[in-house]
């Protein structure tokens, strides 16, 4: 059974960093993209970031210049260094990777950004 298990979320002042964690387990063939979607109180899951495997990384606009994806192919994790953090940026934040060809969701980490 494969897992994504995120950790890092928490409690943050306006203009700090925050870095999320993402470790995949179980048994594991093959992992193309990975990345991160939020989703805050009365709207709709949205994209933060992807990285494939050659490391190729995609961003919206919200978050281009403060937010920075990474991974680790050997450990099976993709980060998302978050800085800069406005109170805007407060969402449940979810990993999702495509692995062994399925669409895989986390449990969700929330991440609160307030003075």
């Known amino acids: 059974q494969v897992q994504l298990v995120e950790s890092g979320g928490g409690l943050v002042q306006p203009g700090g960093s925050l870095r999320l964690s993402c470790a995949a387990s179980?048994?594991?063939?093959?992992?193309?993209?990975m990345g991160w979607y939020r989703q805050a109180p009365g709207k709709e899951r949205e994209l933060v970031a992807t990285i494939t495997s050659g490391g190729i990384t995609n961003y919206p606009d919200s978050v281009k210049g403060r937010f920075t994806i990474s991974r680790d192919n050997a450990k099976n994790t993709v980060y998302l260094q978050m800085n800069s953090l406005k109170p805007e940026d407060t969402a449940v934040y979810y990993c999702?990777?495509?692995?062994?060809?399925?669409?895989?969701w986390g449990q969700g980490t929330q991440v609160t950004v307030s003075s």
């Open positions: 179980g048994t594991i063939y093959s992992i193309t993209v």
């Open positions: 999702n990777a495509y692995v062994n060809w399925r669409d895989r």
